[in-house]
């Protein structure tokens, strides 16, 4: 009975740190995705200015990651699913 117990106190507490750790890697990619954007909509000048900072800063993923990238990282989908 304990022993029961305890596995379904743990597999709760698996669930819990995968939903935090999903919304951690959630807005990480909103404040970057927040922080391109206004980079891209500055005018010329500004966006000479930003970008050796924004290069150093930027930590959106790269285009090249791909869906297996940003599902490693956190964003997990159903096994169907091919789609992100």
Sequence with gaps: MAYRLTLRQDAIRWLRERRAQLYVDLL???HAE???????????????QMREVFAETDTRLP??????????LGLRQPAGDRDI
């Design 63 to 72: 285009p090249e990651a791909g869906p297996a990238r940003r599902q490693g």
């Design 28 to 30: 990480t990619e909103a």
């Design 34 to 48: 927040q922080a391109y954007l206004a980079f891209v909509t500055s005018s010329d000048i500004a966006r000479e």
